[in-house]
Structure formats: C-alpha cells, structure tokens
C-alpha cells in the first residue's frame, strides 16, 4: 500500500451488510448518483441471493452516518487453470464531506475478502486515481465495445430463445478455460440468478441447439443511449468458432427485427478477434478501463464479457 503520508485521515467505523441499514445505502446511492434510486429489492437480489456467496459489502460510518459503501458480486471462475471465486468490485460510493472514506474503503474491502482470490473491476474515472495510484490496484487494458449496425441477416433455425440455464455451459467454460488466463465459470444456478432471477431487468436468452446438444447463447437486453436503441450482447458463450460467429450473427438479426440501430458487446479474448470481425463487427470506443487488485492479468487472454460487470 502506498498510504504512509495518509495515514492523518481520518478512520472510520467498519462494518459489513446488514438489513437494517438499507435505507441509509440507499441515501448514499442518490447522494453519489445524482439523485438516481437503488431499491432495496434489488440490494436484497445482489447481497442475499447470489449462490456463489453472499453479504460480501463493506461499510464505513461515524457514529450512525453511513460514510462509504462497496459491494462485491463473487463468481465461481478459472484463473490459471484453477477453479476459485472470484469478485467483481461494483457499487462504490462514499460521501464527499468524509475525507479519506474512499482509501480506507477500498483497503477494509480488501481485507475482509482475502478469501476471493481475485477482485476485479471497471472503476469510474474518481475511483481509477484512488486505487490505481494509492493502492496499487493494476491496470491491464481498456475493455472496448465491439459494434454492429443491425441490418437484415439469416439467422441459424438451431438457435431458439429459452427461460433457465442448464449444466451444459459449465462444462464449456471450463474447456475455454484451457485457452484463457481467467473466465467466468457459468454455472446454471449462478446464471438464473445473473439473469433471469435480477429484479428490474429484462434480459432474453438465446441457445445454439442441435441433435447433439446445446452448444453455446447470447443473452441480450435493449438500451436507448442520446436516443439511439441499441441491443447489448451481455453474455456470449460458444464451444466453437462456428457457434460463435452464428450466435454473433443471430444478434444482429434480432437488433433488426427490434428496430435497434446497433449492436454492442464486450469481448476481451483475442481467440475470437477474426471472428467478430467476420460477423460484421467493429472494434471501437473505449469506455471503461479494467483493474485488477493487487495482481496482473493479461486482459487479452481473459474471457469477459458485459455480464463480469455489474453495470449491464
């Protein structure tokens, strides 16, 4: 940690999720976020339900003032050929008139999850200067979108839309593992939750099917963005580059049977590069930088997707 000529801030109390502090987390979130409202359903869906673990977010107070909150969403993943849990970083906010809240934030997170083997995230322009420069959190690359106009295309007759996941996209995970540094295990139970169990979302899900199984889906949501509808690709998973490229062909047909005006996706892994473009997609904006807490990743060789965020 490079804290030693911060360590006249001030310290606040710790603590960790509890049900009755509810209503303050959620002060805080309209406080931090323009006067936006978290609902205390979603908070419930997020901290209480997720299979993987759960009540994995920090707190800072004084006296009865809630100064600071983080909230992690754990995942079972692969990082270097071993299974673990991993965490994505989300909901940080901490209020203005408490210096020093967002240092010692970040640092009570770290400790009370030394058990995650990896804490990820896709901080926001504040928390990147705080973590990357104060408590060597690592940057390892930009997270870019890759887009596609929606224009007519065939589209396979093997992919149909379904409502609940099965054991199949576990196995295909962990064999993508052998090609990837890190991805997400998409366990069934983990991936209902993610989806289709997420209060104030409404993700559609569409697999890849034929005599010998299922080999791969997209889930998609719809968002309009300075009166642009698009269609975002928030999960893609295949167990080939055929599967792939018709999954990533099967979206664009749904953007334009929706009236959507683009396609959009994260996709990290440089396996699937010509693929994409293959398909009709172009590499483009940067948005969101990735950190990774204490360690390194080679973001090129990692699996993320949309659905590694907390954001889509």
């Known amino acids: 940690m490079k804290l030693k000529k911060y360590m006249r801030l001030p310290q606040y109390e710790v603590g960790k999720y509890q049900q009755e502090s509810l209503g303050q987390v959620q002060?805080?979130?309209?406080?931090?976020?323009?006067?936006?409202?978290?609902s205390v359903r979603m908070l419930k869906w997020q901290m209480e339900d997720n299979p993987c673990l759960q009540k994995r977010a920090t707190t800072l107070w004084q006296e009865d003032t809630l100064v600071a909150y983080?909230?992690?969403?754990?995942?079972?993943?692969?990082?270097?050929?071993?299974?673990?849990?991993?965490?994505?970083?989300?909901?940080?906010?901490?209020?203005?008139?408490?210096?020093?809240?967002?240092?010692?934030?970040?640092?009570?997170?770290?400790?009370?999850?030394?058990?995650?083997?990896?804490?990820?995230g896709f901080p926001n322009h504040n928390s990147y200067g705080i973590t990357v420069k104060y408590l060597d959190h690592r940057y390892v690359g930009d997270v870019s979108f890759w887009t596609a106009q929606a224009v007519r295309t065939e589209a396979s007759d093997k992919i149909k839309e379904f409502f609940s996941f099965s054991d199949e996209y576990e196995g295909i995970s962990k064999e993508l593992s052998k090609e990837h540094e890190f991805i997400k295990i998409r366990k069934s139970a983990f991936l209902n939750w993610r989806f289709f169990l997420k209060p104030e979302y409404e993700y559609r899900g569409f697999e890849f099917v034929d005599e010998k199984g299922k080999h791969g889906?997209?889930?998609?949501?719809?968002?309009?963005e300075?009166?642009?509808k698009q269609l975002q690709v928030v999960d893609i998973i295949a167990d080939s580059p055929n599967v792939m490229k018709q999954l990533l062909l099967y979206s664009i047909h749904l953007a334009y049977?929706?009236?959507?005006?683009?396609?959009?996706?994260?996709?990290?892994?440089e396996n699937y590069e010509d693929v994409l473009v293959e398909s009709g997609f172009v590499y483009g904006e940067h948005p969101f930088a990735m950190t990774v807490w204490n360690q390194d990743l080679n973001i090129k060789k990692s699996y993320i997707t949309m659905a590694d965020s907390d954001i889509f």
Request: with cysteine; proline share 2%; aromatic share 12%.
């Open 217 to 224: 889906y997209i889930v998609v949501d719809i968002y309009v």
């Open 257 to 269: 049977q929706w009236s959507c005006e683009v396609v959009k996706l994260w996709l990290t892994s």
């Open 70 to 120: 983080n909230a992690l969403t754990p995942s079972y993943a692969v990082l270097d050929g071993k299974e673990v849990v991993a965490a994505v970083s989300g909901t940080t906010m901490a209020d203005v008139h408490f210096p020093g809240a967002s240092l010692q934030l970040f640092t009570e997170c770290a400790r009370q999850n030394r058990d995650i083997s990896i804490i990820y």
């Open 27 to 38: 002060a805080l979130f309209s406080q931090a976020f323009g006067g936006r409202r978290l």
């Open 226 to 228: 300075n009166e642009v």
